[in-house]
Protein backbone atom coordinates (compact mmCIF):
# COMPACT_ATOMS: atom_id res chain seq x y z
CA UNK A 1 0.00 0.00 0.00
CA UNK A 2 1.25 3.83 -0.37
CA UNK A 3 0.20 6.29 2.02
CA UNK A 4 0.15 9.99 0.94
CA UNK A 5 1.10 13.17 2.79
CA UNK A 6 -1.12 16.12 0.95
CA UNK A 7 -0.42 19.73 1.78
CA UNK A 8 -1.00 23.13 0.31
CA UNK A 9 -4.89 23.40 -0.48
CA UNK A 10 -6.73 26.08 0.56
CA UNK A 11 -8.63 29.37 -0.51
CA UNK A 12 -7.12 31.53 -3.33
CA UNK A 13 -8.60 34.92 -4.93
CA UNK A 14 -9.21 34.51 -8.62
CA UNK A 15 -5.93 35.13 -10.34
CA UNK A 16 -3.93 33.96 -7.05
CA UNK A 17 -1.47 30.87 -6.36
CA UNK A 18 -1.08 27.98 -4.93
CA UNK A 19 1.14 25.23 -4.25
CA UNK A 20 0.39 21.55 -3.86
CA UNK A 21 2.74 19.04 -2.44
CA UNK A 22 2.45 15.69 -2.21
CA UNK A 23 4.37 13.07 -0.46
CA UNK A 24 4.09 9.37 -1.32
CA UNK A 25 5.55 6.19 1.21
CA UNK A 26 4.85 3.04 2.34
CA UNK A 27 5.71 -0.32 0.14
CA UNK A 28 6.97 1.27 -2.69
CA UNK A 29 9.72 -0.01 -5.16
CA UNK A 30 9.32 2.29 -8.03
CA UNK A 31 7.30 5.26 -9.17
CA UNK A 32 6.68 5.78 -12.64
CA UNK A 33 4.66 8.43 -12.41
CA UNK A 34 3.52 11.08 -10.16
CA UNK A 35 0.79 13.80 -9.94
CA UNK A 36 -3.02 15.28 -9.55
CA UNK A 37 -6.29 14.54 -10.53
CA UNK A 38 -9.09 16.65 -9.22
CA UNK A 39 -12.76 16.23 -8.69
CA UNK A 40 -15.92 18.12 -8.24
CA UNK A 41 -19.48 16.99 -7.07
CA UNK A 42 -21.83 15.31 -10.30
CA UNK A 43 -18.34 15.36 -12.17
CA UNK A 44 -15.51 12.82 -13.12
CA UNK A 45 -12.36 13.06 -12.12
CA UNK A 46 -10.17 14.66 -14.82
CA UNK A 47 -6.70 14.63 -14.75
CA UNK A 48 -4.75 17.95 -13.90
CA UNK A 49 -0.81 17.51 -14.31
CA UNK A 50 1.51 14.14 -14.40
CA UNK A 51 5.08 13.83 -14.38
CA UNK A 52 6.54 10.65 -15.00
CA UNK A 53 10.03 9.26 -13.55
CA UNK A 54 12.25 10.27 -16.75
CA UNK A 55 10.36 14.04 -16.52
CA UNK A 56 7.92 13.91 -19.11
CA UNK A 57 5.32 16.04 -17.88
CA UNK A 58 1.79 16.41 -19.35
CA UNK A 59 -0.86 18.97 -18.63
CA UNK A 60 -4.76 18.90 -19.05
CA UNK A 61 -5.95 21.16 -21.43
CA UNK A 62 -7.12 24.04 -18.86
CA UNK A 63 -3.65 23.72 -17.08
CA UNK A 64 -1.45 24.13 -19.24
CA UNK A 65 0.24 27.29 -19.22
CA UNK A 66 -0.77 28.11 -15.55
CA UNK A 67 0.14 24.97 -13.34
CA UNK A 68 3.83 23.62 -13.51
CA UNK A 69 4.25 20.36 -11.40
CA UNK A 70 8.01 19.14 -10.52
CA UNK A 71 8.98 16.21 -8.84
CA UNK A 72 11.92 15.41 -5.95
CA UNK A 73 12.52 11.45 -7.00
CA UNK A 74 14.73 10.98 -4.30
CA UNK A 75 12.06 11.87 -2.05
CA UNK A 76 8.59 10.42 -3.59
CA UNK A 77 7.56 14.06 -3.22
CA UNK A 78 6.17 16.07 -6.10
CA UNK A 79 4.93 19.84 -6.04
CA UNK A 80 2.24 21.74 -8.37
CA UNK A 81 2.41 25.19 -8.84
CA UNK A 82 -0.88 26.77 -9.94
CA UNK A 83 -1.49 30.22 -10.67
CA UNK A 84 -3.86 32.60 -12.28
CA UNK A 85 -6.32 30.43 -10.36
CA UNK A 86 -10.44 30.61 -11.41
CA UNK A 87 -13.10 29.61 -9.97
CA UNK A 88 -13.40 26.73 -12.40
CA UNK A 89 -10.04 25.23 -10.61
CA UNK A 90 -12.10 25.03 -7.50
CA UNK A 91 -11.99 21.16 -6.60
CA UNK A 92 -10.41 18.53 -4.59
CA UNK A 93 -7.27 17.74 -6.09
CA UNK A 94 -5.91 14.37 -5.09
CA UNK A 95 -2.52 12.61 -5.35
CA UNK A 96 -1.46 10.47 -7.87
CA UNK A 97 0.63 7.80 -7.92
CA UNK A 98 1.46 5.25 -10.77
CA UNK A 99 3.77 2.59 -8.53
CA UNK A 100 5.14 -0.99 -8.08
CA UNK A 101 5.47 -2.65 -4.76
CA UNK A 102 8.42 -5.72 -5.84
CA UNK A 103 10.16 -6.54 -9.19
CA UNK A 104 6.87 -9.44 -8.94
CA UNK A 105 4.20 -6.85 -9.26
CA UNK A 106 2.36 -4.63 -12.09
CA UNK A 107 2.23 -1.18 -11.41
CA UNK A 108 -0.29 -0.03 -9.90
CA UNK A 109 -2.44 3.32 -9.34
CA UNK A 110 -3.11 4.93 -6.25
CA UNK A 111 -4.54 8.26 -4.99
CA UNK A 112 -4.32 10.22 -1.87
CA UNK A 113 -7.65 11.39 -0.05
CA UNK A 114 -7.18 14.85 -1.71
CA UNK A 115 -7.09 18.65 -0.58
CA UNK A 116 -9.66 21.42 -1.13
CA UNK A 117 -9.08 24.53 -3.41
CA UNK A 118 -11.26 26.80 -3.49
CA UNK A 119 -10.91 30.23 -5.81
CA UNK A 120 -13.26 32.85 -4.54
CA UNK A 121 -13.40 36.52 -3.97
Known amino acids: QVQFVESGGGLAQPGGSLRLSCAAS????????MGWYRQTPGKQRELVAVITSGGSTHYSDSAKGRFTISREIAKNTASLQMSSLNDEDTAVYLC???????????????WGQGTQVTVSS
Open 26 to 33: GRILSIYA
Open 96 to 110: YVRASESSYSEPTDY
